[in-house]
């Protein structure tokens, strides 16, 4: 296991840059279809990403990268898209300050799936901090 030092700014990083996705996502949105924003979205990724892992030498081929890989890759890809178009479509009609944060509801399936799947096993401090992120969801989506 690496230290927390280690892993910890990186997903501190993520959230700031998710938290301004939604932000400038709910403001692109406007008098645009969500699924199209997506798309144009998606571009955008390829592009950057594509000319990031270039300019840092990190390309391969990818014909020799080992199969599961790839299989889990293309799996984890499918259930991207499909969280962006639930996601767009969900700021488009909704509030990115109660979207957002119900969409937030992947970080306590993470931990049933890594528990049921990979066979993670989080401390009891650690699961009260995943069932105080499910209260908060259900707080959120209860109508008043």
Do not use: Q
């Not at 014909?63 to 890809?77: D, N, Q």
């Amino acid at each position: 296991m690496t230290s927390t030092s280690a892993w910890l700014p990186w997903a501190l990083g993520s959230a700031a840059f998710a938290a301004l996705t939604a932000i400038f996502a709910k403001i692109g949105l406007e008098g645009i279809d969500s699924d199209f924003a997506t798309l144009v979205r998606t571009f955008v990724i390829v592009a950057v990403l594509g000319a990031f892992v270039a300019a840092t030498g990190k390309w391969r081929n990818p014909f020799t990268l080992p199969h599961k890989s790839v299989s889990f890759l293309v799996l984890s890809a499918f259930a991207t898209g499909a969280s962006w178009v639930c996601y767009f479509r969900a700021l488009k009609i909704g509030e990115a300050a109660k979207v957002a944060p119900v969409d937030k509801l992947s970080v306590v399936l993470v931990a049933v799936f890594a528990f049921a799947i990979l066979g993670e096993r989080p401390a009891p401090r650690e699961w009260l901090g995943i069932g105080l992120v499910a209260l908060g969801v259900l707080v959120l989506s209860v109508r008043r």
